[in-house]
């Protein structure tokens, strides 16, 4: 079956081991080699009017998602370890 970006963008990732709710997809990681999808990406929540707590990024690699429901994916495994995101470069070429 076939997904377009915004199709999996409104979709909650929810693990079988904990049942824990993970998530919506925020971002495509893509195999430009390839032209594959490699993992989908859940952005860090934020605290308080985003000013104080940032938490870090989930990545889902593709080979644990089990099921793309109309409303959910599964994934496979436990929750993932949180990542960092990479910091963006500026215009300037300084970080």
Do not use: Q
């Amino acid at each position: 079956m076939n997904y377009r970006f915004t199709d999996l963008r409104h979709k909650e990732v929810i693990s079988t081991c904990d049942g824990s709710r993970i998530g919506f997809v925020d971002d495509v990681i893509i195999d430009s080699a390839n032209a594959e999808v490699v993992a989908v990406v859940i952005f860090g929540r934020t605290g308080f009017l985003g000013l104080f707590v940032k938490c870090e990024d989930y990545i889902i690699p593709w080979e644990k998602i089990e099921l793309i429901g109309e409303d959910t994916i599964i994934i496979s495994c436990s929750t993932p370890n949180p990542t960092k995101r990479p910091k963006k470069r500026r215009f300037n070429g300084k970080n």
